[in-house]
Structure formats: C-alpha cells, structure tokens
C-alpha cells in the first residue's frame, strides 16, 4: 500500500502563489507518474499537471506558464508550485500516483485525501 500526504493549501489572494507538496509512502519500489488533480463541488475532477519519471510534464492549458510541477525521486514527492492564482483557480487539490510496490510487477494507482486551495480578496 501506499499512503500519500498533502499539504500546503490555503487561502490565498489573487496574484498571489502557493506551493503543493505530496510525500508517498510504502512499500514503493517505484513511482511513474506523479500528478496533481482539482475538483470543484458540481464539476469533474480535472488534471492539472503530471510528470513522469523522466521528468517529462503537461499541463492543463488553464495553468500553463503560472503552475510549475516538479518530483523529488529521492523523497517520493511531488510539488506544485502555484504563481499569479486567480479565484477560478479555487478548488480542492489531489495528488495522485501511479506506483509500483515491492515484490510484484503491478502497478496501481493512489490518491491524497486532498487540499483546499481558495483564492479571494
């Protein structure tokens, strides 16, 4: 199993920033992709950004050029850097992995529990 663990949201004003973090934990042997989520009450949740494992990233247009995502392997984390937030931007954040565990060739995928991000004057 794998345990993640946000933190960093908060109430932010518009054109302020923010920054994510994410640590995994577990049995990991190895994380392919590490990626950010947001959901908003009444809407689907959307992708935000991920990064795979060599470093490769996308983005949601909406964020493109104000989001940075960036992983520590070292550490299992995963960081979303967050500049220029405007009120659309309010929503809850999830991280979410894709995985593989010690001793078996699966991969599964984990989600954090989640962080509220609010952006208001």
């Known amino acids: 199993q794998v345990q993640l663990v946000e933190s960093g949201g908060g109430l932010v004003q518009p054109g302020g920033s923010l920054r994510l973090s994410c640590a995994a934990s577990?049995?990991?042997?190895?994380?392919?992709?590490m990626a950010w989520h947001r959901q908003v009450p009444g809407k689907q949740r959307e992708l935000v950004a991920n990064?795979?494992?060599?470093?490769?990233?996308v983005y949601a247009d909406s964020v493109k050029g104000r989001f940075t995502i960036s992983r520590d392997n070292a550490k299992n984390t995963v960081y979303l850097q967050m500049n220029s937030l405007k009120p659309e931007d309010t929503a809850v954040y999830y991280c979410?992995?894709?995985?593989?565990?010690?001793?078996?060739?699966?991969?599964?995928?984990?989600w954090g529990q989640g962080t509220q991000v609010t952006v208001s004057s």
């Open positions: 979410n992995v894709v995985a593989r565990l010690v001793g078996g060739p699966t991969t599964y995928i984990y």
């Open positions: 990064i795979i494992s060599d470093g490769t990233t």
């Open positions: 577990g049995s990991i042997f190895s994380i392919y992709v």
